[in-house]
């Protein structure tokens, strides 16, 4: 399975600002995605991160708010954009290749002050 | 309907028993299915795949796959205190989206 580092592993941002993050994987996988989760809640998908082509956005997350970039099929990143206390949560991202399954970074955990 | 649906629990399983774990799921298209195990504090950890009907079995893990009844179950066998922990089932559905359930948290008692 793919190993994934992630980073930063926490930050506490001021309200309006941005914050990137990245993912880096060890070996080429063919999915990335990018999750959201709540203290004592379950994983809510943000979006898939496409290799080559714009990032597919599920409902109530859009490409304004968090975009996302993927250069290629080891990394990608996605930035909090303009952010509000409501965004204070854990972002994690996923990669892998269906046969082998999907590992999840080590998530960040994002304060808005 | 949901997409993935778990009993939130808690369960509680005495220490050396088997631990089941269940999960029904809406999109008959899906073909992956995956169970994650989720320490407080921590991102979640691939524990099993199962790709096609019947038992798989990876140590004290036994996934199972029912596709006409659209279920997926995890059995551990042996519950250790260290298997406390929240059990996350997931797939991949027809759109290639990983979904995940709600989770169950399972208390393992010594």
């Known amino acids: 399975s793919a190993v994934i580092s992630q980073k930063p592993s926490r930050d506490i941002c001021q309200r309006g600002t941005s914050l990137t993050i990245q993912c880096q994987v060890d070996?080429?996988?063919?999915?990335m995605f990018w999750y959201r989760q709540q203290p004592g809640q379950s994983l809510t998908l943000i979006a898939t991160?496409?290799?080559?082509?714009?990032?597919?956005?599920e409902s109530g997350f859009v490409i304004d708010k968090f975009p996302i970039s993927r250069p290629n099929l080891t990394f990608s990143t996605l930035t909090v954009s303009n952010m509000s206390p409501e965004d204070s949560s854990i972002y994690l991202c996923?990669?892998?290749?269906?046969?082998?399954?999907?590992?999840f970074g080590s998530g960040t955990r994002l304060t808005v002050v | 309907q949901k997409e993935v649906e778990q009993n939130s629990g808690p369960l509680s399983v005495p220490e050396g028993a088997i631990a089941s774990l269940n999960c029904t799921y809406s999109?008959?298209?899906?073909?992956?299915f995956f169970w994650y195990r989720q320490y407080s504090g921590k991102s979640p950890e691939l524990i099993m795949s199962?790709?096609?009907?019947g038992d798989k079995e990876d140590g004290r893990f036994t996934a199972q796959l029912n596709k006409a009844s659209q279920y997926v179950s995890l059995l551990i066998r042996d519950s250790q205190p260290s298997d406390s922990a929240t059990y996350l089932c997931?797939?991949?559905?027809?759109?290639?989206?990983?979904?995940f359930g709600k989770g169950t948290r399972l208390h393992i008692l010594p």
């Open positions: 996923s990669a892998g290749q269906t046969n082998y399954g999907y590992t």
């Open positions: 070996s080429q996988v063919t999915m």
């Open positions: 991160a496409n290799q080559g082509s714009e990032a597919t956005y």
């Open positions: 999109d008959r298209g899906s073909q992956s």
């Open positions: 199962i790709y096609s009907n």
């Open positions: 997931a797939l991949m559905n027809r759109d290639d989206k990983i979904i």
